[in-house]
């Protein structure tokens, strides 16, 4: 299995070998494309799924710093922390593969995807896809994410283009 993203169409596409599988709608960040740390704008180039974070928990099930805190999303619990990026369900963390590009560093910037805490993940079923909006992750639909979830590996390459 592989991922290809492309921002300009705002979606995430499976593959198996070369075979497309599946495409999603997804979401990437307001703030455009770039690769340096606190820029909130989406790395691009090839990654590798490092982490899976996760499984077996509830949709909706809330996860702040990869840990999951017990709550579980709901209009209520938005209205109380009204300023949270909501990351739910489940998250794949990406690392960079590319030295100076979105691994390490690059003009004395760091720009180390994994670094920068980049995820596919959950969010809000009200929050649009199809259009930037992240601080800088993939976000995805909560059912989305948990069918990528099952399809793919630690290892499985992650590809993020324009």
Known sequence: MNIQIS???QSLSVFDENNWVKKFSISTAKNGVGEEMDSECTPRGKHIITEKIGDGYEVNSVFVGRIAT?????QKLREQYPERDWILTRI???????????KGQYDG???????????IHGTPDDVP??????RGCVRMKNSDVIEIFDLVDFGTEVNICE
């Open 109 to 119: 910037k760091r720009i180390c995807s994994h670094d920068r805490y980049i995820y």
């Open 70 to 74: 017990g709550e579980i999303y709901e």
């Open 129 to 134: 896809m199809g259009k930037p909006g992240s």
């Open 92 to 102: 794949l963390w990406l690392t960079g593969t590319e030295e100076g590009k979105n």
């Open 7 to 9: 921002i300009s169409d």
